[in-house]
């Protein structure tokens, strides 16, 4: 795993979104793994720059997100369907085709994390998965003890997840208890993966990541297992790291 610690949480931002151009710069039409939250919002904001500024293209590739929140509907302004498009998609102007979330409202999700599977080894499989990292360890919504071979399926969320997600939402209104994603097998067959990290917030998360035990306990542990990583953060999250 390669590890690039920048002062700022800016810097380790920049550093991010310049790899995912880079990438594109080079094969316009690579397949992304995507993630949402709160530390990607800036990520696709630079990227989004980038491309204006002719650095790549950003209508051409293929994207495969990590997640999506069940039973809320694309349309719905809290799901990640509507996250992508008001954070990169739309400005990218790249067409919907091209871009894949799971279905969280579809009838029978158990169909319809086969159909993911499915679709993204059709698209040649991912290759360049973009990552952030939960508090408690996970990586997509692979909360800690799940398997560390799972794939796309339904996930209940650990309390403290809801919690984290609540800012999100408008007060009073329910926070979505369970989501579709990726399983931890599913992101691991990614042909490079990139996890970024901001905020003191992530430092104990970071540190089980990198140095602790591979363990279910903190799903993201598997990482070390990967032939490929680069992990970027700041200097608040990678506090912890020995
Ligand atoms: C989002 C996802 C999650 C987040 C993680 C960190 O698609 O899969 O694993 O990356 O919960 O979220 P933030 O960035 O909001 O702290």
Same mark, same amino acid.
């Given at each position: 795993m ?22 594109l ?44 929140y ?17 954070h ?13 979330l799971? %279905?969280?409202d +579809?009838?029978d999700?158990a !169909?319809? =994390?086969?159909?993911? *599977?499915a679709?993204?080894? @059709? #698209?040649?499989g991912i ?10 360890g996970?990586?997509?919504f ?7 071979a ?13 919690e984290a ?16 994603t990726?399983?931890?097998?599913t ?9 970024? %990290?901001?905020? +003191?917030?992530?430092?104990? !998360?970071? =540190?089980?990541?990198? *140095?602790?035990?591979?363990? @279910? #306990? ?7 297992m ?17």
């Open positions: 390669k590890i690039l610690i920048h002062p700022t949480s800016e810097g380790a931002v920049k550093a991010a979104a310049l790899q995912i151009a880079d990438l710069a080079a094969r316009p039409e690579a397949v992304l793994g995507l993630a949402t939250g709160g530390t990607m919002e800036p990520v696709y904001a630079a990227l989004i720059d980038l491309v204006a500024e002719g650095q790549c293209r950003g209508d051409r590739f293929t994207s495969f997100n990590l997640d999506e069940v039973g809320l509907s694309a349309d719905h302004p809290q799901s990640y369907h509507h996250y992508m498009r008001r990169l998609f739309d400005a990218l102007g790249v067409p919907a085709a091209q871009t894949h799971p %279905a969280g +579809a009838p999700l !169909a319809e =994390a086969q159909r993911y *599977e679709r993204i080894a @059709a #698209a040649g290759d360049l998965q973009l990552l952030g990292i939960g508090a408690n996970h990586i997509g692979n909360e800690p003890s799940s398997s560390l799972s794939r796309t399926r339904v996930k209940t969320l650990t309390r403290s997840t809801v997600n609540r800012r999100f939402f408008a007060e009073g209104e329910a926070v979505p208890v369970h989501a579709l990726m399983g931890i097998g992101v691991m067959d990614a042909r490079h993966i990139l996890l970024l %990290a901001t905020g +003191a917030g992530k430092a104990r !998360a970071v =540190a089980g990541m990198a *140095e602790g035990p591979v363990s @279910a #306990a903190c799903p993201a542990s598997i990482l070390q990967h032939p490929s990583v680069v992990l970027v953060c700041d200097r608040a999250a990678a506090a912890d790291l020995r």
